[in-house]
Nanobody
């Protein structure tokens, strides 16, 4: 089981930026998807972005394309989510998740692809 710890959340005004980090412990992630999800109050959790560790492939939900960037640092076993031009509708708890299985034969933005989750970090964007 992978332990995931998110950090970097906070409160910003619309148009601002934040960088979220997700540190994975226990073993090096490889050949798996890592994803970021978010949940706003009263809404279902939704996928934000995903990256395939050890290969090509970055995926984004339409609402964040061009504003968010997912990246990885293999040496630090960490995945990042750079968020810019933040909007109030980006407010929510952001969760990092690790894929259940190795391989990319799974939909990267589907919650069922992921088996390990972090505790979340809060992002609040004010208008």
């Amino acid at each position: 089981q992978v332990q995931l710890v998110e950090s970097g959340g906070g409160s910003v005004q619309a148009g601002g930026s934040l960088r979220l980090s997700c540190a994975a412990s226990k073993y090096t992630l490889s050949k798996k998807y890592m994803g970021w999800f978010r949940q706003a109050p009263g809404k279902e959790r939704e996928a934000v972005a995903a990256i395939f560790i050890g290969g090509l492939g970055k995926y984004y939900t339409d609402s964040v394309k061009g504003r968010f960037t997912i990246s990885q640092d293999n040496a630090k076993n960490t995945v990042y989510l750079e968020m810019s031009n933040l909007k109030p509708e980006d407010t929510g708890m952001y969760y990092c998740a690790a894929g259940r299985y190795e391989g990319r034969h799974f939909p990267p933005l589907a919650e069922a692809t992921y088996g390990d989750w972090g505790q979340g970090t809060q992002v609040t964007v004010s208008s």
